[in-house]
């Protein structure tokens, strides 16, 4: 277990008047020290650890030379920040196709210091950390991530919050986002969040497509993705039905968009944790209130569309 990231929790001593120490003193009571416990504010630290979780249900797929096997082992690194109580909201990440979620740190840790429990699983199908070749199941993977929510909601990684629960991924990741999303056969109600960065709507699927669902919606591209996938995305906003908003990163690239250092990408990620943060704010939301929480960090590379609802 390690403890990475930055915050502040810390105690106040109070001491009589008549002990003046300039504008840094600490006040103190007579014959002893008496502490106030101070909540911590964001950033918060962040706890790390590892849990692996059996699905003995499903089956692992055979990866190229190395064949498969009844049951799902679900390596998970579990985010939590330091200090707050909870129960907190989950937000469950997925990786993209020969990925794996170490990748994603700097945004996965944008939400953890924000104050969310964040979950990302290893997929037995497509990370390349694993024997074999990667292969793609998007089916199975939104399937992994329900499991990943069942998983935690009895308080094994600290106490949820399950009516503030988010599923969010990147690439085929992404891709695993669109189909809970638009597909109420592969859809958790448990969820009121969904985050599908640089997805599209899987091909070889059948529908149905863009029935409604409750909850929210943010689509995230660069517009110079180098595999393609803006036009891809803008469909899986345009399927939606629900409150959405999409977030269009000039010049951005596939994978950068949403890790990288620039202020741009930064705002990116920021912009990721305003929409978990509206969304969880009020039982119910609209695309307008996104868009109104979206346009604070205000970046000019960003372009912001809301939908309708």
Do not use: C
Not at 46 to 62: F, G, K, N, V, Y
Not at 130 to 154: C, H, K, N, T, W
């Amino acid at each position: 277990m390690t403890i990475v990231g930055t915050g502040v929790a810390g105690a106040i001593l109070t001491l009589p008047a008549s002990h003046n120490l300039g504008a840094r003193h600490l006040p103190r009571s007579v014959g002893r020290y008496t502490t106030t416990r101070i909540a911590p504010l964001p950033p918060f630290k962040i706890q790390d650890e590892t849990l692996t979780l059996l699905d003995p249900s499903r089956a692992t797929p055979a990866r190229g030379s190395v064949p498969g096997h009844t049951g799902r082992d679900l390596v998970t690194i579990v985010r939590r920040p330091v200090g707050l109580p909870g129960p907190l909201p989950l937000v469950v990440f997925a990786h993209g196709w020969n990925s794996n979620p170490l990748v994603y740190e700097s945004l996965l840790d944008a939400w953890a210091e924000a104050g969310y429990i964040v979950a990302a699983p290893t997929f037995p199908d497509s990370a390349n950390t694993l024997p074999g070749s990667p292969v793609s199941d998007y089916p199975e993977q939104a399937q992994d991530m329900s499991f990943v929510i069942s998983s935690l909601r009895g308080g094994l990684a600290g106490p949820v919050d399950m009516s503030r629960i988010a599923v969010a991924g990147h690439s085929d990741g992404g891709t695993d986002v669109a189909l809970m999303a638009l597909n109420p056969r592969y859809g958790d109600p448990r969820v009121r969040a969904y985050i599908s960065l640089s997805g599209e709507i899987p091909v070889g699927l059948t529908g149905p497509w863009g029935v409604p669902v409750a909850g929210a919606l943010l689509v995230a591209v660069g517009t110079a993705d180098e595999y393609g996938l803006l036009s891809r995305s803008l469909q899986v906003f345009q399927a939606a039905v629900m409150p959405k908003v999409v977030l269009t990163l000039a010049s951005g690239d596939h994978l950068n968009t949403f890790i990288g250092d620039s202020p741009a990408e930064i705002a990116m990620r920021t912009d990721t944790v305003n929409f978990l943060h509206s969304v969880f704010s009020t039982p119910t939301t609209t695309s307008a209130q996104l868009q109104a929480a979206l346009m604070a960090t205000g970046d000019p590379a960003i372009a912001l569309q809301a939908g309708p609802g």
